[in-house]
């Protein structure tokens, strides 16, 4: 049985915490930004790409060592400091407050990890072992990228538009999801 249940989550305008200012904190950040969270990173020093982003307005920096109040109306808050007691303390707060959280490379501080993902405009296929082997996870995702190609993408978003106009024809809810499923069936014939 899985120890995780697969999400993907609607982080668009909403308040992220990134405790950590180096190249793994840095991956994060770009990661909750490209889904256009809020993002706050506390840190006292940043290595200079989470420095320009700070610079341009894209990040909320904090130049200084965690405090509590800092998860405070969070959702999402991500421990990256590579410090185990601070990592330790992030996280049992933002717990208490209510947040999700994930402790890099410290599984059994997370509500959540990172799977590895293929990205095809809107498609984003995730892999993961639970923590156990993400080398495997990274080499089955690198598999999959041979098999979905960057034509995907345009068809997610023509086979939504179809789907959207054949939906709007129909009119019954079992009308609808047949209209669905013949937008998809032909879709794939074309691939």
Do not use: W
């Not at 341009?56 to 999402?76: P, Q």
């Not at 998809?184 to 691939?191: E, H, K, Q």
């Amino acid at each position: 049985m899985p120890d995780y249940f697969p999400a993907f989550l609607d982080l668009r305008g909403r308040r992220c915490l990134v405790v950590g200012g180096g190249r793994i904190a840095e991956r994060k950040v770009q990661g909750l930004l490209d889904c256009g969270a809020r993002v706050v990173v506390v840190s006292p020093a940043l290595v200079p790409g989470l420095a320009h982003l700070a610079a341009i307005g894209r990040i909320d920096h904090r130049a200084r060592v965690f405090r509590k109040v800092d998860v405070l109306r969070c959702v999402l808050v991500i421990a990256a400091t590579g410090v185990a007691a601070v990592d330790d303390s992030v996280a049992e707060t933002a717990r208490r407050h209510g947040a999700l959280v994930n402790a890099v490379d410290r599984p059994a501080r997370c509500d959540f990890i990172y799977g590895s993902v293929l990205r095809r405009g809107q498609l984003q296929i995730a892999v993961s072992t639970g923590g156990r082997a993400p080398a495997l996870a990274r080499e089955i995702r690198r598999r999959l990228e041979a098999v979905i190609g960057v034509e995907y993408a345009a068809l997610v978003d023509d086979v939504g538009a179809a789907r959207r106009a054949a939906r709007a024809a129909a009119s019954t809810a079992p009308a609808r999801l047949a209209a669905g499923e013949r937008v998809v069936a032909a879709a794939l014939r074309t691939l």
